[in-house]
């Protein structure tokens, strides 16, 4: 469906994008945090309806209610929720409402560009294993003999097998050094790549981490269980790391080049990305044919 721009307008200023009634991959990215952040309702499958309940939340209506659907009552409700706001070319909400978001510090070209420190490289191929960890970390065709079925296990399932980590540096979601939804496999892992980014200066970049969320790749009913739907996938600051497909010379772009850059000026950098990969996480931002900078999932 053509959704109308006070729509879209309600939707972006509620998730923090600038509210100029187009939809594209940053918005859409700042979506998808507002629903995973939100208990009260979930359309990320859908785009349209996504942006439809995000507005509606936005404009005060609950329960049943938000259902990604536009009807009398949500068109006067979001109607009115723009009046109020003054969101006709607004700029960007302020992001009150994560108070995790507001604490990222780094400035993307002040990268403390140091790869080795002690007595790990960075840049050395060989991956660190951490207490409690993967001594190998599984393939694609290997990892449901380690992780599970998540189809299988259904949603319930998979999050009985899921872990709480507490006490790890940074300062991201709430700021309060705990990260829920995580395979209790995967665990050692995140906590390994956060004390790495922690000890090489650059742990302050991440001010969002999502974990679990059981859904299809790319939210496409169509495609298979997404990794998050394990635990073992995690999307970092996805509104500056969003995903796109390259076309023309943009398949020449590559990571960390002047064209990233200018792509992603405030995206992750790649001593943090480094960190990861050093902890076992493969990148989405290597992948040539869909960028997916935010996403490292822990599958070879």
Known sequence: MTLPKHIIQAAQHAAGAAAD??????????????????DDFDCAEDA???VVAVAQHAAGLTGADIDGRIGPKTDAAVRAYAEREKLDGAPAAERTRRRGSGMAVWEPHESPGVYEKDDVDLRDPALLVPDGGLSEIPTRRTMMSVYGDAA???????????AKLEGLPGRFNRGDGVVH?????????LRLALELCERFGVVDEIYRIGTFNYRHMRHDP??????????????????????????GEDKLIEPFSDGWWAKYPRGLSEVA???????????G???PSFRDPMHFELVR
């Open 222 to 247: 169509k495609m298979p269980l997404s990794f998050h739907s394990y635990g073992i996938a995690l999307d970092l600051n996805p509104r500056e790391n969003f995903g796109w497909v390259p076309k």
């Open 48 to 50: 349209d309806r996504l």
């Open 285 to 287: 931002g290597d992948w």
């Open 21 to 38: 009634g187009t939809l594209g991959p940053k918005t859409m990215a700042a979506l998808r945090e507002y629903d995973d952040e939100c």
């Open 273 to 283: 990305v480094l960190c990861f990969k050093k902890a076992g996480y493969a990148w």
């Open 181 to 189: 939804g995580v395979h209790q496999l995967a665990a050692p892992h």
């Open 152 to 162: 299988k296990l259904g949603k319930a399932g998979v999050q009985k097998g899921l």
